[in-house]
């Protein structure tokens, strides 16, 4: 579980409480992929909060929900590098398959971060792209 800071509990910050990660976010999970602003976009912070979120949440049925939002519960700490991260990992370690969708995103926000995620996972997604 993510630690919780007496000064912020996780139902005042708005995220999910005891696996309920399905909360809204203002748009669909998966929709969230295709809403993304484009790559010339500035993006705030908000906006890559929501798409890592979305990201996360469109792995649902994938991925155990309880890693979803362990991984996702990073972001009230202020860690969403740490969340992403955490999310990549169990992608690569619990998820089958991704769309070419969802790779692009991941490439996307790593853009964003300004750091890619290890060479190991990277190469793993890679080879678990379908519908190219």
């Given amino acids: ?61 994938r991925i155990d929900s309880r890693r979803i939002d362990f991984a996702l519960g990073y972001i009230d700490h202020n860690e969403l590098p740490l969340a992403f991260d955490t999310l990549c990992d169990y992608i690569c370690d619990y998820s089958n398959s991704i769309t070419r969708i969802e790779y692009d995103e991941i490439r996307s926000l790593e853009i964003h971060f300004g750091t890619p995620v290890n060479s190991r996972i990277s190469s793993i997604m890679a080879g678990m792209v379908f519908g190219t």
């Fill in 1 to 61: 579980m993510v630690p919780k800071l007496p000064f912020r509990s996780r139902q005042q910050s708005g995220h999910t409480v005891k696996g309920d990660v399905s909360r809204k976010l203002g748009f669909a999970a998966n929709a969230g992929l295709s809403q993304c602003c484009g790559a010339n976009m500035k993006l705030t912070m908000d906006d890559i909060i929501k798409r890592v979120r979305a990201l996360g949440l469109g792995f649902l049925g």
